[in-house]
Nanobody, 125 residues
Framework: QAHLVESGGGLVQAGGSLNLSCTAS????????VGWFRQAPGKEREFVAA????????YYADSVKGRFTTDRDNAKNTAFLRMNRLKSEDTAVYYC??????????????????WGQGTQVTVSS
């Protein structure tokens, strides 16, 4: 049974935009922080963005700052990663993760309680 389900990935040209969604089962969304990570072929997973339960704390990796934003709609149990001005180096499988502790989803060293299955984002140059 999937607890986190991502959607919204696809193929886009460089400079374009995509919006990813991460929808959670209710019992794991309440009071959970959500992090976004990505893994490109042949590379290790890296942190992209994170948002606290209330949305008052938001963090971004330097590589996406100013281009990506994350927000959430707790009433719909959904978090979003809005990606603009995409570059070829943004190509990766994107994952969302959820954990009660925000710091856990701020780093790849954390072990979040839940992971999504991943969604492919491909940016053509």
């Amino acid at each position: 049974q999937a607890h986190l389900v991502e959607s919204g990935g696809g193929l886009v040209q460089a400079g374009g935009s995509l919006n990813l969604s991460c929808t959670a089962s209710l019992h794991i969304f309440n009071n959970y922080a959500v992090g976004w990570f990505r893994q490109a072929p042949g590379k290790e997973r890296e942190f992209v963005a994170a948002i606290s339960w209330w949305g008052d704390k938001i963090y971004y990796a330097d590589s996406v700052k100013g281009r990506f934003t994350t927000d959430r709609d707790n009433a719909k149990n959904t978090a979003f990663l809005r990606m603009n001005r995409l570059k070829s180096e943004d190509t990766a499988v994107y994952y969302c993760a959820a954990d009660p502790v925000l710091s856990t989803v701020l780093t790849t060293a954390g072990r979040p309680d839940y992971w999504g299955q991943g969604t492919q984002v491909t940016v053509s140059s």
